[in-house]
């Protein structure tokens, strides 16, 4: 849903709990907020509490998705509950040029800003990657497809097809339609006019491997074109990819290597033994691992054997595939590192 705009005055939530399940009881003092609601001039008349039922019927929680983490908000009042990583917190409006901002009082780290159906969420001075529902077109956005090949871009505001031979045909574009895990985009009209309509799926382009988090399908003078669209990073953020194999060999549970790929092109995790760090970057049709360095702690001769597998292979890395949306698989001349999302 669009974020509604903040407003000036606040509330106070006493308690919660948000599990789905469990009705809690909130204590909202009308038009103050925290400890200045206990806080009145000797003889002044006490603030009135209104006591409110929550649960999830009453107050249901909306879910985007910051690429693979989920976040689900609420609006209690004019306060939002944001749950991330089963942790809840009540975040309260904020200043803001545009959109809609909350901040969790006493903790600027954790914020909320709303525009428009996608939203900018920072838990605990982490940044998520850009939050939005399934299937939404996020731009700058681009689908592709071959036989014949075809590509369009979003902008926000336009649509541009670009065909061989052909100049590219810039329209203005819309949102036409949206779905539990998909959109539809309609841009310019009569013979000109063209239909991408997409859907959260695992989607490998047919020429260059390439992994997608969208199908796209196109329909365009009397035309309909299947291919892919969508930024592949989505795939790999907002997840901790636990590696299960290193060159066919199993990884015993408990030391095992994991992987993060965060906004802005960094990579971190852990070797089994140490913490890494570095930058990664996806190619047409694979991905570069750089600039990979690690603290020195001393481990076991196994694990430090691990570790010197691991990282050899790591910045190798020249090709990705996934196996399923859970299963990933990073290339490298010596073999692959096979990893499972957690």
């Given at each position: 849903?669009?974020?509604?705009?903040?407003?000036?005055?606040?509330?106070?939530?006493?308690?919660?709990?948000?599990?789905?399940?469990?009705?809690?009881?909130?204590?909202?003092?009308?038009?103050?907020?925290?400890?200045?609601?206990?806080?009145?001039?000797?003889?002044?008349?006490?603030?009135?509490?209104?006591?409110?039922?929550?649960?999830?019927?009453?107050?249901?929680?909306?879910?985007?998705?910051?690429?693979?983490?989920?976040?689900?908000?609420?609006?209690?009042?004019?306060?939002?509950?944001?749950?991330?990583?089963?942790?809840?917190?009540?975040?309260?409006?904020?200043?803001?040029?545009?959109?809609?901002?909350?901040?969790?009082?006493?903790?600027?780290?954790?914020?909320?800003?709303?525009?428009?159906?996608?939203?900018?969420?920072?838990?605990?001075?982490?940044?998520?990657?850009?939050?939005?529902?399934?299937?939404?077109?996020?731009?700058?956005?681009?689908?592709?497809?071959?036989?014949?090949?075809?590509?369009?871009?979003?902008?926000?505001w336009d649509a541009t097809l670009t065909q061989p031979g052909k100049a590219p045909l810039t329209q203005n574009a819309q949102i036409s339609d949206t779905r539990t895990k998909g959109q539809?985009?309609?841009?310019?009209?009569?013979?000109?006019?063209?239909?991408?309509?997409?859907?959260?799926?695992?989607?490998?382009?047919?020429?260059?491997?390439?992994?997608?988090?969208?199908?796209?399908?196109?329909?365009?003078?009397?035309?309909?074109?299947?291919?892919?669209?969508?930024?592949?990073?989505?795939?790999?953020?907002?997840?901790?990819?636990?590696?299960?194999?290193?060159?066919?060999?199993?990884?015993?549970?408990?030391?095992?290597?994991?992987?993060?790929?965060?906004?802005?092109?960094?990579?971190?995790?852990?070797?089994?033994?140490?913490?890494?760090?570095?930058?990664?970057?996806?190619?047409?049709?694979?991905?570069?691992?750089?600039?990979?360095?690690?603290?020195?702690?001393?481990?076991?001769?196994?694990?430090?054997?691990?570790?010197?597998?691991?990282?050899?292979?790591?910045?190798?890395?020249?090709?990705?595939?996934?196996?399923?949306?859970?299963?990933?698989?990073?290339?490298?001349?010596?073999?692959?590192?096979?990893?499972?999302?957690?």
């Amino acid at each position: 849903m669009p974020f509604k705009n903040a407003r000036s005055h606040s509330s106070t939530k006493e308690s919660t709990d948000h599990s789905f399940a469990l009705k809690i009881a909130i204590a909202l003092f009308v038009g103050v907020f925290g400890q200045a609601a206990f806080a009145t001039p000797a003889g002044a008349p006490q603030p009135a509490l209104r006591v409110t039922e929550i649960s999830q019927t009453t107050h249901p929680f909306e879910t985007l998705y910051c690429a693979r983490q989920p976040a689900q908000y609420r609006f209690l009042g004019d306060a939002l509950e944001l749950v991330v990583n089963n942790e809840s917190r009540i975040l309260m409006p904020a200043m803001a040029a545009s959109g809609a901002r909350y901040v969790a009082p006493g903790d600027p780290t954790t914020e909320f800003w709303g525009k428009g159906a996608l939203a900018n969420v920072t838990w605990s001075d982490q940044a998520l990657p850009v939050c939005a529902p399934a299937g939404t077109l996020i731009p700058p956005y681009k689908a592709s497809g071959n036989e014949p090949f075809w590509s369009l871009a979003f902008d926000g505001w336009d649509a541009t097809l670009t065909q061989p031979g052909k100049a590219p045909l810039t329209q203005n574009a819309q949102i036409s339609d949206t779905r539990t895990k998909g959109q539809t985009l309609v841009a310019g009209s009569g013979a000109n006019m063209l239909k991408l309509t997409v859907e959260e799926a695992l989607c490998v382009d047919t020429m260059s491997g390439m992994s997608y988090p969208q199908h796209a399908e196109l329909q365009y003078q009397s035309n309909t074109w299947q291919g892919c669209g969508g930024d592949p990073n989505r795939l790999l953020q907002g997840v901790t990819w636990r590696v299960a194999q290193l060159n066919g060999h199993e990884i015993n549970a408990q030391t095992r290597p994991e992987i993060h790929f965060m906004p802005n092109n960094r990579i971190a995790g852990s070797t089994g033994c140490n913490r890494f760090f570095g930058e990664y970057a996806l190619t047409g049709e694979g991905m570069q691992i750089k600039g990979l360095g690690s603290t020195r702690m001393a481990c076991s001769e196994k694990l430090m054997t691990q570790e010197h597998t691991f990282l050899g292979q790591l910045k190798d890395v020249n090709g990705i595939s996934f196996d399923t949306v859970d299963t990933l698989i990073l290339n490298t001349p010596e073999g692959e590192i096979r990893a499972t999302a957690n």
